[in-house]
Each structure stands twice: as C-alpha cells, then as structure tokens.
Nanobody
Framework: QVQLVESGGGLQQVGGSLRLSCVASGVTFSTYAMGWFRQAPGKEREFVAAISWIGATTLYSDSVKARFIISRDNAKRTVYLQMNSLKPDDTAVYYC?????????????????WGQGTQVTVSS
C-alpha cells in the first residue's frame, strides 16, 4: 500500500523558515518524481516545487523561487521542502505527491499518489 506522510508544518513568523519532510512507503521511491503542492482556504491546489527521480532536475513556481528548496534522499525515501523567508501568502496545507511522469511535473493531474497534507501558517 502506497503511503506518503508529510511532517514539519507548523506556525512560523514572517521571515522565518520551516522544513517539510515527506516519507514514502509502498513504492519504489527512487523511480518516482516528487512534487509539493499547497492549498490555501478557498483556493485551488497549486504547484510549489518538484524534483526528478534522481534529483538532477528541480522546478519551482514563481511565487517560491529563490525562497524554497526541494531536495530528496532516496536512501531515506524522503523528499524535503526547505522554506525560507516565509510570507503570509505561504499559509496553506502542503501536500507531497509522487508521479511516474518524467515531464509535466508542475501539472497537478500528472500525480496519482498524495499525502494527507501538513498545515503551514505564517503569522505577520
């Protein structure tokens, strides 16, 4: 059974940092590209960042570029999202997701495995 479990969310002040983790089980982790998406109240789920299956390629939304860093450790079956210089607009539930696709990693519908999400709240 495939399971993606996020952790590391919480309350942080503007300008602070958080690191999210997502541990995978039930899949051959190293063969999947991984992505992070987020959903704020009343808004659609949006792409945040993605990383290819061996970590050679990363992709970011314009809203987080230069502030967030996605990385992965295939030996630990874990993908990370380091979030720096947090803003109130970063407040959302953050989801990790897995896909067999090699392209289109920013596309929501290309992911078929999802975690349950972790709440990130940035206070001003």
């Amino acid at each position: 059974q495939v399971q993606l479990v996020e952790s590391g969310g919480g309350l942080q002040q503007v300008g602070g940092s958080l690191r999210l983790s997502c541990v995978a089980s039930g899949v051959t982790f190293s063969t999947y590209a991984m992505g992070w998406f987020r959903q704020a109240p009343g808004k659609e789920r949006e792409f945040v960042a993605a990383i290819s299956w061996i970590g050679a390629t990363t992709l970011y939304s314009d809203s987080v570029k230069a502030r967030f860093i996605i990385s992965r450790d295939n030996a630990k079956r874990t993908v990370y999202l380091q979030m720096n210089s947090l803003k109130p607009d970063d407040t959302a539930v953050y989801y990790c997701a897995a896909t067999n696709y090699r392209f289109g990693l920013a596309v929501f519908s290309n992911y078929d495995k999802w975690g349950q999400g972790t709440q990130v709240t940035v206070s001003s």
